[in-house]
């Protein structure tokens, strides 16, 4: 049960507008861009000033919202999300953005990240008598700006969220507003961007050059903007943190285009590519990439190494949600999935694959098999991260512990049980290095709990599936 | 705001289903058969003992459940939920069952009617820190069962229900148990069937038919109904108030081949027809029936007066929701709509045209235009009801009072609005005694405030619309 | 392989106008009220006076064209057609009307009904070199006007009638014309209406009504109509024959708001029901009828004996194409399909189940045996045709000869595998007579070969399905 | 008219597949692979031995097909198409593979490519009763098939085949075969693998991969390949002129992982943007691609020039037939389409644009412009291939003459027009050179015409449209 009422552990993406007259619109650009950050369900909330109207669904933001759709979504403030979920079925109930209605108006959520105190908080509020519709840690902090009483709205939001403890960049819309806030260790991305005359909000700043929003700057740790007919006020509900932003956005979840703290996503990459070749050089004919984020890495290897760059990986473009899954008899006799290798330019050749991570090592088991099948004499697996030894409870499903790999064997097993010749991870302060030149400290502003175990905020054992909580009590130790 | 909040006039058809090995199958069939009660929106929810599983979707149950998901409903409890509602848009929230999950167990509502003390409860409700995601009075009684606090459940139940103040028809599901329970005026039908060695429960007994259960009895008035592995426990939350089923389910909106109260609607519409044709006898060369609804009462009165019934209207089968509606400039050039007049039937002729009621009257024009353009000599409109005066608050939605035309204006002035020869309506008694033979008594057993405006239950004007505030005090007067 | 290549026996509807400024917009509506001729694909064509654009798909109407479609479908004439088919699968091939393309122009045909001479006329195209893309009728026939050589159109088109054996009514659409044929027996209806300054033509006269069409008269046996801007030109292309109309058109087929050569079909289906109750009496409570082509001569029944009519059956509106048949252990445990009895009304009671035929008795048996088990004390089935003792080679889908339960058992035979108390047939005469009251003589004028097995016109022996050969010998002899 | 009858310039691919138990399903895959080139219209048609089966229709191939129809189409051979098109609405006629019934046998055809002669056929065939359902240039060939008359199948192919000129590289099947055949001249990619103990065709050798076939080699001019029970047959029914693959197959249209002519697509285009690099050097600060074609050329130039390969330019990956294109007034304020300028990474920076070739300039100078706006401080256009100046009567849609912008201005004129710094094409010997470098003569081997106007093949000014015939005097003179 517990299990079940927990949030899951959710990649999304958000965005919100104010001052569009298209901001419904604008909105389903914006989803449109963050579109990678999850395919599963997109919703929209608009506010024409007095009222609010929604439309969510699941699947892809094309599939859930139409040109009728849209035309009924009338209004000059919006906000959006696409979520990414494992739950299958026509679960409405946890799409986003969440809307709450009262008598007093309405307000919707839309959140990124993950609460590590959700369990708990929620167990309290059901005591005190509210009830849940949806698993999502969004309804929590609703519940929360609830329960803060009948004080002005800013001031019960600001109370609310300094209860929550965890990875949060959250966008809300009232009638009248539309309020953007990241929790005190800016541990996920959220930027800040002008309109026309109004402003728009994103995870990722490749939402902003998709509508013709001009970047102003991220939002910080801690930070509470409220904007409305009166401009943007900007304001603080808790002191920052020691920044700890998420590594895996620059390794492996933004997109290539996207800047996070100043730094170009797909310079990052090329950098850790490059980073990589000097720290684990090898005698090689070609250098491939993982289709689609390991391509960038693979460049700057190549770059670096002076080893060309082929396409010995494909990816198939038009996979999709009704592609016909081979059966184990085709797969069996040949038939590949979502990649192929291409075998004229691997026959023969000593081949360096590069990837971002290795997080249970069934699919770059898979990979290094198909190389090798279609003729590749070795292959040298290169990953542009450290070993993944920790689960993460911040929002990026990198499974549970006792699914990684790196969490149970040294680099050497892995490299038998992934069938490569040779295989090298990125070190923890050289991946440092190069996501930020300027600054090697290696916690200072990024979260490496994943590769090191240093988690930065309390956990709280409640609100850990129960396989995490054994893996919790080693974390801590 | 406060329309929007208020409940709306809802229509609905609830079924569930306790010991059956395909519940959540038996349950698609059940809506399948009340589907006529509600086409915007179905959903099921099912238990198998540990958890509940819910799907749901606005259009017909065979758009929202495929047998792919139906598969995945395993379990032995279900219920479920067919919805009216006038709300456009992807509007997913209203659609019932509602389902609330807590930290100790999951509770699914489906509810058909209408509350009257809705806002004031949810007022209540709000100023303690409740939330709410939608706009049904479902919602309403969740919270409710909800702060009753920490005692079993079906205290809780009870506790809550005795706030309501309304009509209302209720099936709940939680992981062990199916609940029945019905206003302490019995104000919407709800019956109980065998099934195998389980129960089911419908709104209308046509779906007892289609699942091969076989019916036992009504729900009583204030009955509290727990169905779980231990049999069916009957108990009861309220001492029963004068029953006042609505006589409209007679008249207009259950199913022909439903009973209520013993009562097969097909002949109590055969009885309403033949009193009519006693009471407001016509010459006239033939008889007809608007369809669907009024066919049997225009059997009735052919049989009773003699005059042969004939198909001079014609209702197409294949209209839904994709059916594409004649432009303005169509219709000016005379593409029909839904219905069309037969002519070969009515040219010439003097036609009885029987109809359940008028509401705002403007369908009664159309048709009687329909029928003069086809030629016919005469129109005898015939109202198998008496006229509707007053609007109706629990859940019936005959508009509010001031669309309705019998209001505003007399029978004469109607019969000139709507272009009708003659026009005459079924008095009150009439109708009454036609409904039930035993029991002629103008408000012992029937809800006539539609026809008489008065209304079994207290009004609250914060819950009714502001249109009829005005209108309430007239009643109340 | 010859059985694949013989036309199926499609029982269709077709529908034409020339002279409105929405002609495809026309079509749609009329093939709307055609739905019930064939509900497994729908196709339109329509011509702007330059060009012919086409859009059809597998389906029923309101699936197969949209508003968007519609909107480019501009022009001031056209073509539909409405197909029932058994074949499976996404066989656009024979979806209707075909479209022919050349240098000099094209055309487009639909066709309801079925020649008798197709594979031999088949046969001999291929030879001298045609190719085949359909396995339809109508295909034979654009070939066959194409291979009429360089004469003017409407000389090929006579030409290429006169080599048809069988039942055809034809829609055909050029740049230029609408053109309308009828076979030389009259063996499938199809009419004439003015509507605006133009004209339409369709299988049924309800068609006209829901457009707001003003009905002319029947198409003639043997006619061919020429519709362009010179108005409407009269022409025939073969003497007529002695007329056959089909009788299946009137007892079953058509809607009961047609009128087939005068005759309102809902009025024909009450005599027949009438004749019935003349012919086989019964004593009972409850006369009902199988909806939805019985429920006329049911009433007419009622009417006739004094029996009341009331809704012992029911059937259940919506089920579709997307609807989940009940599994086997499902109906093992009671659950219905598309028909229900219904229990109130037939539990105790001695029932008249009128029905319009009896084709394998599969469907007459379920019936019956589920009236006896909702309780009704006897069950007397009164068909309101003669027995079926011979297949249609017309195109009304009755079966082949080997599953014709009157083929092959006597009445006592039959009403025993059925398991009714009594069932009786309406004779051949009295049918007749009910039909037309005017005209008595056993087979002037209709055609009653399934019931006789007096084939009105030459029958092919390769045209056959291979089980009807011997069944042909037999009607022969 | 002529020009609706004319084959459009098409481009497509086909598969086939002979001696696999899931025939049906390698084609999907297969075709998936191929969806490249073709993304309008997707058609399989499968044989058991005894009878052929089909499922086509409009859209992706995952949108054409389920796995539900897939098991409907059980067979060991198979073969399949994906089809591009501009002509919109619902015409199914054109999509292939074409299906041809007849009473001796079926047989289907697949075609990719373009015949110059083909209305010059099409009107002898009319002239002698041949009908068309279709505008394609398949069912041309299938006709001229049936008229080689009733000799054996394979004599009639090779008949029809030498009556065809253009390109073509056809896939056809039959109960008992899979034929294949390349026209004389080889102008379009076709290639042969093994799998399993049968084989493989395909436009492109990616579609191997895919499925796990090996590759043989290539379909050579003028071959006829006739795989059944008995293995392969190599014939050939032409004698093979000067081969002249299509250029634009490397430039531009073929997958980066498929090999034409044993040439890796992702090789030959680095090693065109390298030659370009040395060709036409540049300062500057990055190099970017026009995605997704020129991405290997923008590599090669970038590897070449030690200028940095950068994503200055960004492709959203989930644009589709459902995508909500923004209106003028939002792209007026800024919003983007499928691709965006990456403002981080050209800001203040002199950037090369690689692209493979600019047809009308419209989107080149809209990209160019892109980028100014983002802020580039310079845009250094590089063209992978010579200027086109001449239209392709062969299968690519390089639009007609009039638009294209190298057939009427001048390089200097054509960098004005898009606003580039600088603009270089890559010139033809120098292209000839990089696709193959063995071979550097400018005119063996592959089709330069859109490059040079020296066309392969005659032309045939009927077969042109209107707008070509000038054109085409002009070229010939």
């Known amino acids: 049960m517990l299990g079940e009422i927990k949030g899951l552990n959710e990649e999304c993406g958000i965005f919100g507008v104010y001052g569009h007259p298209q901001a419904a619109h604008m909105t389903y650009y914006g989803l449109h861009a963050l579109q990678h950050r999850g395919q ?42 696409v979520r990414y979920s494992t739950a299958g079925g026509k679960t409405f109930e946890n799409i986003q953005p969440l809307f709450f209605r009262s008598s007093t ?36 902090i609703a519940h929360l700006i609830k329960r803060a009483g009948r004080t002005p709205i800013i001031d019960r939001i600001k109370q609310a969220l300094n209860e929550l403890e965890g990875a949060y960049a959250i966008v809300m819309l009232d009638e009248k507003r539309l309020i953007a ?38 939002i ?5 903007l409220v904007i409305d007919d ?12 020691d920044r700890s932003i998420c590594t895996m956005e620059y390794v492996y979840f933004a997109r290539p285009d996207s800047n ?76 590949q999935m979502k990649l192929s290798a291409v075998k004229k330019i691997v026959e023969g ?51 549970n512990s006792g699914e990684l790999i790196a969490a149970n064997h040294s680099i050497e097993e892995i490299r038998e049980m992934i069938g490569a010749d040779t295989l090298t991870y990125l070190p923890v302060d050289a991946m440092v ?16 709990a994943c590769f090191t175990g240093k988690y930065p905020t309390d956990l709280y054992e409640d609100s850990l599936p129960p396989h995490e909580k054994e893996q919790l009590i080693g974390a801590k130790s």
């Open 220 to 224: 910080h740790p801690g930070e509470l």
């Open 260 to 335: 996070v703290d100043h730094n170009n996503i797909h310079s990052v990459r090329k950098r850790l590519g490059k980073k990589l070749a000097e720290v684990s050089p090898v005698e090689a004919d070609v250098v491939t990439g993982v289709p689609d984020s390991s391509i960038s890495a693979a460049i700057g290897f190549a770059e670096q190494s002076g080893i060309p760059y082929e396409l010995g990986l494909i990816k198939n473009r038009y996979v999709g949600r009704t592609f016909i899954q081979p059966s184990q008899a085709l797969r069996e006799r040949g038939v």
């Open 181 to 218: 806030a990241l929790d005190p260790r800016g541990m996920r991305p959220l930027s800040l961007s002008k309109v026309g005359s109004g402003y728009a909000i994103a995870s990722e700043t490749c939402a902003f050059d998709v509508v013709g929003a001009e970047y102003i700057r991220e």
């Open 40 to 81: 599963e369900g997109a919703g929209v909330v608009v506010s024409d000033g007095y009222d609010l109207k929604q439309s969510k669904g699941q699947g892809l933001v094309t599939e859930v919202l139409d040109e009728e759709e849209l035309m009924t979504l009338s209004g000059h403030a919006a906000i959006g999300h």
């Open 433 to 448: 290095e190069a996501v930020d030149r300027n600054d090697t400290s290696p916690n200072c502003g990024h979260c490496l």
């Open 349 to 399: 050749k000593r081949v360096v694959m590069v990837d971002d991570s290795i997080v249970r090592g069934t699919t770059s088991r898979r990979i290094v098999n198909m190389l090798k099948e279609a003729g590749a004499k070795e292959v040298h697996v290169r990953i542009s991260s450290p070993p993944i030894t920790h689960p993460c409870f911040y929002g990026i499903d990198t499974s």
């Open 105 to 140: 108006g309405s307000l919707a959520l839309a959140h990124n990240g993950n609460l590590v105190n959700a369990t708990k908080l929620r167990q309290e509020l059901e005591e005190t008598g509210s009830i849940f519709q949806t698993t999502s840690d969004t309804e929590v």
């Open 230 to 241: 009166q401009g943007i006020q900007v304001d603080s509900f808790s002191q920052p943190k």
